[in-house]
């Protein structure tokens, strides 16, 4: 499995940030320090950080010819059936088009039933977004990331109340996670416990955009490499926190 690659499936896309001296007022203009222009997406920001690990990985998505694009296609089963899965250990999906999605996991519960267990795909999902369609993807993933603003759309106020609110969607003997900021974050396996990891801020909060996608990355990361779940947890943590003290992604390994 050493040559094996993570794949992450979902969206690329232009993240335009603007640097101001302090939050805008509504109905007010304000000049701005400075702009930057950088690559974004959950998938895609999750396959970076992978890459900066020294992960071997792979991103799946729609991609335009230009800088700015409009309308680009989420990725369909159609897409997916292309795919090698022989290349692959480790799934990543960010919970968007979850119809096909359903479907496409469903191409990889199938090609795990025929391989001897060290060849099977690992299956993670990540559930961002409060969007009812994306609640079928709960029992399909062998690890799912659940958001604190899906958690708190449901009534949960902590990640340990999330934990123990969401674990029975999921498929017998999956891993649960839930960051819930700087409160740190809490994971729930097979075995009923709750584990948590306290948060890492940095010295000084830079830029905390793709902090949960640099969480994720991390725990995919430590767990493809035989890592516990709590040392996966606080890894995840510890890499999340570095990136909010740095702009972009540049730097999180230092």
Not at 26 to 40: A, I, P
Not at 236 to 248: L, R, S, T
């Amino acid at each position: 499995m050493g040559d094996k690659k993570i794949l992450t499936i979902g969206l690329v896309c232009l993240d335009i940030i603007n640097v101001v001296d302090k939050y805008p007022e509504e109905d007010t203009d304000t000049r701005c320090l400075s702009q930057r222009w950088q690559r974004g997406g959950n998938a895609s920001n999750t396959c970076t950080v992978l890459s900066l690990l020294g992960a071997p990985c792979a991103f799946m998505g729609s991609l335009a010819p230009g800088p700015v694009a409009e309308n680009l296609p989420d990725v369909s089963v159609e897409d997916f059936s292309k795919v090698d899965l022989s290349q692959y250990k480790w799934i990543h999906w960010e919970g968007r088009n979850a119809d096909e999605q359903v479907k496409m996991i469903e191409r990889v519960r199938e090609y795990n039933s025929k391989q001897e267990e060290k060849n099977r795909i690992t299956i993670s999902v990540e559930i961002e977004k409060t969007r009812e369609p994306l609640y079928q993807l709960f029992p399909l993933g062998d690890l799912v990331c659940v958001s604190k603003d899906v958690a708190q759309h449901f009534g949960f106020t902590s990640a340990a109340a999330a934990l123990k609110g969401f674990y029975g969607r999921l498929r017998k003997g999956a891993t649960l996670i839930c960051a819930w900021a700087e409160k740190g974050a809490d994971a729930m396996g097979a075995d009923g416990v709750i584990i948590h990891s306290d948060a890492f801020p940095p010295e000084k909060l830079v830029d905390t955009l793709g902090a949960g996608d640099t969480f994720n990355a991390s725990v995919i990361y430590s767990l493809s490499n035989g890592g516990s779940l709590q040392d996966a947890l606080t890894f995840g943590c510890q890499i999340a926190g570095k990136k909010c003290g740095v702009h972009g992604y540049d730097g999180i390994l230092h």
